[in-house]
């Protein structure tokens, strides 16, 4: 399975800023994903990125708070805009079509 | 909406007793079927999936999962647990009508003693 690699692993933020999330996967992918799980709950699913192509969010998921980039096969980004104590979670990158999907590390954030 | 079902979300055992973890989900169409398992400190990672064909699979140290069509579930088990399958475990479901979409459950923490 692609080896995904998420940074920053954790961060500390002030509320009101943005803080971009990267993942970088070994091998080329034509679908990432983008999740989050908040503290005690399940893991959602944000948005899809693929390569060429706007990303398609979720309900209750918009792309001002959540800009996603996706510029090539091996690479994409998420920025949690304008943060506030309700964004604190952990933020996963995830490959994978038809068949099962694989995560990153995830990203643990937290805003003050 | 569709859903997924973990009813237990803390287990406690000791080291060789049996375990089985309950998942139901909700979605009357054609589903593919999964159990993801995060370690302390770990990601996530595939322990299980289910397809189509026999609805006992089996995965990775020693787990198996079947699929009960009539009940909706997908129950994860292993006839013998061992201290270091402490863990947290996710059922998941893929509605084949959906856009690759992944359906999680809340998640079963498992905690085995020594």
């Known amino acids: 399975s692609a080896v995904i690699s998420q940074k920053p692993s954790r961060d500390i933020c002030q509320r009101g800023t943005s803080l971009t999330i990267q993942c970088q996967v070994d091998s080329q992918v034509t679908m990432m994903f983008w999740y989050r799980q908040q503290p005690g709950q399940s893991l959602t699913l944000i948005a899809t990125a693929n390569q060429g192509s706007e990303a398609t969010y979720e309900s209750g998921f918009v792309i001002d708070k959540f800009p996603i980039s996706r510029p090539n096969l091996t690479f994409s980004t998420l920025t949690v805009s304008n943060m506030s104590p309700e964004d604190s979670s952990i933020y996963l990158c995830?490959?994978?079509?038809?068949?099962?999907?694989?995560f990153g590390d995830g990203t643990r954030l937290s805003i003050l | 909406a569709q859903s997924v079902s973990q009813h237990n979300h803390h287990v406690i055992l000791s080291e060789a007793a049996s375990l089985e973890l309950g998942c139901n989900y909700s979605y009357g169409g054609t589903v593919n079927l999964f159990w993801y398992v995060q370690y302390p400190g770990q990601h996530l990672q595939l322990l299980l999936k289910y397809f189509s064909g026999d609805p006992l699979v089996k995965g990775i140290k020693g787990f198996e999962a079947e699929f009960i069509k009539s009940k909706f579930s997908f129950n994860l088990r292993k006839p013998s647990v061992q201290w270091s399958d402490t863990a947290e475990y996710f059922c998941?479901?893929?509605?084949?009508?959906?856009?690759?979409?992944?359906?999680f459950g809340s998640g079963t923490r498992l905690l085995v003693r020594p």
């Open positions: 995830s490959v994978g079509g038809g068949q099962a999907q694989h």
């Open positions: 998941a479901v893929k509605p084949m009508d959906s856009s690759y979409k992944l359906i």
